[in-house]
């Protein structure tokens, strides 16, 4: 006490100045709220500074029990994720014809897992398979367009050929116009880019036609969309058109399929092979 | 000339808080910018006068001002600063040396300077305390400098007007 006498004593004025800052200063620190939510913050900072600290020295000490619940915790989620089936069951689509000759077509949706477009024939691959119904040569459409033929599958996946394959695929497409169909290929210069050949040179044909399935090969519906007419010209070699059709899919970015499955098609393909006998029979 | 009392400095008070807080803080120059009267108080208080009696009298009037304002200490500080650093100032912005002023020995370029430096040291305390924001740094000192010139004009036309310079 002594001492804060002598002190004060010695530099009053000093002292009473500081005295007075120190109300001031309290003053502002409690009663504006700039000032106020400023020391919050940084009291808080110091805070989580120390204890951030201290945390980390009682989480040392922890390790070992926590890695164990980890363990734990990951062996459950591993179970979720890859012990259970993980594709839904498929729901079937039913198309209703009116011809009275019942129903020729149903469809299976899927998903693509797996998609190339880059290799001279391209696959990919579905999450759906023998189980629910799919074999190979089926056809596969996207919702803009057609996608590709089934050429094997498992229980639970299907490998599909896609449209972009330079020596596996060609499918009948007609010009929905006109009617007259061709034979659809893909050469491998671009994704996007299908040929169709086979049309006589005096068919009229304008860029922007729609391009459909023809429906006479029994893999594809009649009537889905290939796509649209980009360009023509005269093939110089057959002298037919050689027509250039820009896919309306995008094969890149396909992911959600349906599966078509031709209710008729053993039916179609025994009438077939008696034709086939019947030729053979002729050459005899 | 008035004999200056407690009395008489508590009424001076009185007069320049209303004046401050009921006129000049209804102008806005430029929009935004307020000049600041009442720190004439503290320049000109008479040098011979109670020294603690001026610190307790500067900082009542920051205090009162803040308490209009509603910004709690900071005009108190400000202005407390600037009565215990007066002396330093006013040796600073002229050339004596001495510990005994008078207003009326001086040249009118040193007085103008004092009252400029005195007013930019009370307004850079103000705003960085009031706008608390060290990221805004040059904003707030651009701030600082134009109001401050726009104070030491009404300052200066408030010393002609009661002929301060002559009677201090």
Do not use: C
Request: no cysteine; aromatic share 14%; hydrophobic share 45%.
């Amino acid at each position: 006490m002594g001492f804060l006498m002598r002190l004060f004593s010695k530099n009053g004025l000093l002292m009473s100045f500081l005295l007075l800052q120190i109300i001031a200063i309290v003053l502002i620190f409690s009663k504006n709220s700039m000032q106020q939510s400023w020391i919050a913050a940084k009291t808080a900072a110091f805070n989580s500074w120390i204890s951030g600290y201290i945390d980390q020295g009682t989480a040392y000490l922890r390790l070992k029990q926590i890695n164990e619940e980890l363990v734990t915790q990951n062996k459950a989620l591993m179970l979720e994720l890859y012990g259970k089936q993980g594709a839904k069951n498929p729901s079937f689509r039913k198309v209703h014809d009116t011809i009275g000759g019942g129903q020729i077509y149903t469809f299976v949706d899927g998903e693509i897992v797996f998609n190339s477009i880059n290799r001279k024939d391209n696959y990919f691959t579905i999450n759906r398979g023998k189980r629910d119904g799919v074999f190979p040569k089926m056809g596969v459409i996207a919702p803009k367009g057609i996608a590709g033929i089934v050429i094997n599958t498992t229980d639970s996946y299907a490998l599909v050929q896609s449209v972009l394959s330079v020596n596996k695929i060609k499918i009948n497409a007609s010009l929905k116009n006109s009617g007259y169909f061709g034979t659809l290929t893909w050469r491998g210069e671009n994704s996007r880019l299908m040929h169709l050949a086979d049309i006589p040179k005096y068919v009229p044909v304008k860029v922007g036609d729609t391009v459909i399935t023809d429906g006479k090969s029994a893999i594809f519906p009649m009537g889905i969309t290939v796509g649209t007419v980009a360009g023509y010209q005269v093939d110089s070699k057959t002298g037919y058109w050689d027509i250039s059709v820009e896919l309306s899919e995008k094969m890149g970015t396909l992911n959600k399929v349906y599966v078509v499955k031709n209710l008729k098609k053993a039916e179609v393909e025994r009438i077939q092979d008696t034709l086939q006998a019947t030729i053979d029979r002729e050459n005899d | 000339m008035i004999s200056r009392t407690l009395f008489t400095d508590i009424l001076q008070i009185l007069f320049l808080v209303a004046l401050q807080i009921f006129v000049l803080n209804r102008i806005r120059i430029f929009g935004e910018f307020t000049p600041v009267l009442y720190p004439v108080f503290v320049m000109f208080y008479p040098f011979f006068r109670n020294k603690f009696q001026f610190l307790i009298l500067s900082f009542l009037i920051g205090l009162a001002v803040d308490a209009f304002l509603g910004t709690w200490g900071i005009n108190a500080f400000a202005t407390t600063a600037v009565a215990y650093f007066r002396t330093l100032i006013f040796r600073s912005s002229t050339d004596t040396t001495t510990d005994f002023f008078s207003f009326s020995s001086l040249q009118w370029p040193q007085f103008l300077l004092f009252i400029l430096s005195s007013i930019f040291f009370h307004q850079l305390l103000i705003q960085y305390i009031e706008f608390f924001k060290f990221s805004r740094f040059f904003e707030i000192f651009l701030n600082v400098v134009i109001s401050s010139l726009i104070s030491f004009i009404f300052i200066v036309i408030y010393t002609l007007t009661f002929k301060i310079k002559q009677r201090v």
